[in-house]
């Protein structure tokens, strides 16, 4: 059974700081990974997604990386901003399986 | 994300009365997935419909939760007698194809809040 984690929960940063959002999963066998945003009472937003053949995805100042050997990706946010608190989530899909196993996320929060 | 839309986006039930959330997915989407998102919690993965029909359930609580997606109108995720444990948030993803491939990720709607009294 897969088993997403995400570490940390939470995270305060000030303004303009670069962070990494950490994310593990306990199955190697993945077929894609895939980082979202979610605001408060909205949905999720897709950021970037990652196939399991890839070892990166860049989307402006985020970059997301997946090595699926260790069970491992990260978000890396350049240049924080306020606009940018959120929910980050990481969520992985298996080979032959169609859902996502989510993690808990974190929560972050961009200081002006 | 309004491209895939949620219905109601609120939804306030008493113990014992009947849920009915609705999802229409994208235009040209026909693969349909429903999670739940408990509070501080990520999403856990309900159920997944084709076009009339069920293609994996494993998330689905055995008793008082069904979904259907028929050949007409918008998928549906029924909760018959609902209990305080059922408030929730309630997403709903949608798919053109059944693999989530490198150009096919799954978008997700706005969800429906249920709260139950």
């Known amino acids: 059974k897969q088993e997403v984690t995400q570490i940390p929960a939470a995270l305060s940063v000030p303004e303009g700081e670069n962070l990494v959002l950490n994310c593990s999963f306990t199955?190697?066998?993945?077929?894609?990974l895939q980082w979202f945003r979610q605001d408060p009472g909205k949905g999720l937003t897709s950021l970037l997604l990652?196939?399991?053949?890839?070892r990166e995805q860049t989307s402006g100042r985020l970059n997301a990386s997946l090595d699926k050997s260790s069970g491992r990706s990260t978000l890396y946010i350049a240049a924080s901003q306020p606009g940018d608190s959120a929910t980050y989530l990481c969520?992985?899909?298996?080979?032959?399986?169609?859902?996502?196993?989510f993690g808990s996320g974190t929560k972050l929060n961009v200081k002006p | 994300n309004a491209d895939v839309m949620q219905n109601p986006r609120h939804l306030v039930r008493r113990r014992g009365q009947e849920a009915r959330l609705r999802c229409s997915p994208m235009k040209g989407h026909s693969h349909v997935y429903w999670y739940r998102q408990l509070p501080e919690e990520g999403l856990k993965f309900m159920v997944y419909?084709?076009?009339?029909?069920?293609?994996?359930e494993s998330g689905m609580p055995k008793e008082r939760f069904s979904a259907e997606f028929p050949k007409e109108g918008p998928s549906i995720l029924r909760i018959q007698q609902v209990v305080r444990g059922d408030s929730a948030a309630y997403f709903c993803a949608s798919s053109p194809a059944g693999t989530a491939g490198p150009n096919q990720p799954q978008h997700f709607g706005d969800g429906t809040r249920l709260s139950i009294l």
């Open positions: 990652i196939q399991s053949s890839q």
């Open positions: 419909l084709q076009k009339e029909n069920i293609i994996d």
């Open positions: 199955d190697s066998a993945i077929y894609n």
């Open positions: 969520a992985v899909s298996l080979y032959n399986f169609n859902k996502f196993y």
